[in-house]
């Protein structure tokens, strides 16, 4: 049958296939264009076939949409079937792959390979034979489909009347509240055809409910795993209404702003329980599909947080060859000695807080902060070293937290600071969230004390001094996480770093199979249930 329209005042100045997709919201614009284009579309009585050009108000279009064909034909395909006896079926439905046909989507669904499997489908009218729900195309999990015609209307009535109760899973940006419900009413985005959208009923929204129950959230508070329930089956529900509260699905290309929809490949959701009364005996059906792979490695590749790493150790130990290694093997480094020198050195603010302090003596001639002298200092007064502790600590350690987090931004896997007195500060409680892997230097006192006197020039009493200042090295060995020795050679400290490196890959492995497993544990399905 062919549509005719009359252009109005306000379609003037649009293109012909958005006023013919506005007109047949059923069919894609893809498929308008394609029949425009084919000799299917007259203006005025005169061919058109540019779909771009632009109507004027009072132009009469004339189309004749191109025919449905209204047979199904079997396909070849896996179809992940559950459970099902003579009259309907339980199924997985796997993220990518269209329920049924539709202009923009001919072929390659999951009713043509139902049909290769189920051929008594055919017996009912359609394109979609024995469809009583929808996923959509990027939602995995349970979808239940009637074998038969009376099966279908018995449970379309089920659906109606609000029997079949749906649950689902989501990883949504932020952290919502532990509970929460939205009831706004969802119709046809007013200007983007593919989107639904919260619209108030008098224009055309219909009553839509939706309930979550948080069942976690990532240890940076950026996103969340919920359960979801759904009142009412509205076209894009879960999606529109997340959104709408300010907490749109990982993933979501259509309804998430761009950084969020990037976190993951598709959409977040899956359908994950499904519960109600079998038609013809009524037995209670239950059913439990546990998330795909996909949906774990996304929460997981999510809530992965880049490796922190302190490396400590008592005066001599080698904390610097140590750094250095690593950075030649490519891992960012922060030295807190490096950042106290550049707060010492001349016109800068730490050298001047020091001289207004405590008096210019304790400034070299270039103006910066003349080491020994502080150091006499501190050994006179302790009060003075505390103090300078307290101030400069803190600074270091600001510095340490933005070094870590740029890392984080650019994509490290792992970064490392070299943190002398990582334990001294009391930072290995909670200081730094996620909690650094601590690294302890081992070398002997002996050896220390001789690299320290051949290298820097300390006497017996300085060394004895310094190391008085920290905690013993057993003890910082003890609290550690790893420890490397680096008692031997050169030689010896390569291997000893080629090692840590591995034992850090390591832990890094663990701790994403650990939360992959955690979320998994959140997703499992009750022994009561038909778990699959």
């Known amino acids: 049958m062919d549509i005719v329209l009359i252009v109005d005042p306000a379609q003037a100045g649009q293109r012909l296939d958005r006023i013919l997709s506005d007109a047949l919201p059923d069919r894609s614009r893809g498929a308008v264009q394609k029949a425009v284009e084919a000799g299917a579309c007259l203006v005025d009585g005169l061919p058109e076939t540019a779909v771009s050009r632009k109507m004027k108000a009072g132009q009469e279009i004339r189309f004749t949409p191109p025919a449905e064909s209204s047979r199904l034909e079997a396909e070849q395909g896996h179809v992940d079937v559950l459970w099902h006896d003579a009259h309907m079926l339980v199924c997985h439905k796997p993220a990518g792959l269209t329920v049924h046909p539709c202009p923009s989507c001919p072929s390659g669904t999951l009713v043509q390979r139902l049909l290769g499997h189920f051929p008594q489908l055919a017996q009912q009218e359609g394109l979609r034979p024995g469809i009583v729900h929808r996923l ?53 985005h007013p200007t983007a055809k593919i989107k639904m959208a919260v619209v108030p009923e008098s224009r055309g929204g219909k009553p839509a409910h939706t309930e979550w129950e948080r069942l976690w959230s990532s240890p940076d508070g950026s996103f969340a795993l919920l359960a979801v329930s759904i009142h009412t089956g509205r076209t894009h529900q879960i999606r529109v209404h997340m959104a709408h509260v300010g907490h749109p699905l990982l993933g979501d290309a259509l309804y998430a702003p761009a950084p969020t929809a990037r976190r993951a490949p598709r959409q977040m959701l899956h359908a994950w329980r499904l519960h109600f009364r079998h ?19 996304a929460a997981a590749n999510n809530a992965r947080r880049m490796q922190r790493v302190v490396l400590t150790g008592n005066p001599g130990s080698g904390k610097s060859a140590v750094g250095a290694a690593l950075r030649e093997r490519g891992l960012p480094m922060i030295s807190a000695d490096a950042i106290v020198a550049q707060l010492y050195a001349p016109g800068s603010d730490g050298a001047d807080h020091i001289a207004r302090r405590w008096g210019s003596d304790l400034l070299d001639a270039r103006g910066g902060v003349d080491k020994e002298a502080l150091l006499a200092l501190f050994r006179e007064r302790p009060e003075v070293r505390r ?120 832990r890094r492995a663990a701790a994403d199979a650990a939360l992959t497993q955690a979320v998994a544990a959140l997703c499992a399905c009750d022994d009561e249930t038909r778990a699959l």
């Open 387 to 506: 103090e300078v502790e307290e101030l400069f600590h803190a600074l270091v350690r600001d510095a340490v937290e933005r070094f870590w987090l740029d890392a984080e931004v650019r994509g490290e896997s792992c970064a490392v600071a070299e943190i002398p007195l990582y334990y001294e500060c009391g930072w290995h409680n909670g200081a730094f969230s996620p909690q650094p892997v601590a690294v302890a230097i081992h070398c002997p006192q002996a050896s220390r004390f001789a690299r320290l006197t051949r290298n820097r020039g300390w006497n017996d009493e300085k060394n004895a001094l310094i190391e008085s200042w920290q905690w013993p090295a057993e003890r910082k060995e003890a609290a550690a996480d790893l420890v490397l020795d680096n008692s031997g050679d050169l030689a010896m400290l390569a291997r000893s770093v080629d090692r840590l490196l591995e034992q850090l890959a390591e």
């Open 136 to 188: 959509d195309k990027d939602t995995s999990g349970l979808l239940l489909v009637a074998l038969d015609e009376a099966t279908r209307l018995a449970l379309s009535e089920s659906f109606a009347r609000r029997e079949v109760h749906k649950r689902y899973l989501a990883l949504v940006q932020g952290v919502p509240e532990a509970r929460g419900v939205c009831q706004e009413p969802i119709g046809r």
């Open 279 to 297: 038609p013809l005996t009524g037995e209670d059906m239950d059913f439990c599909c546990p998330p795909p792979q996909d949906f774990l490695e």
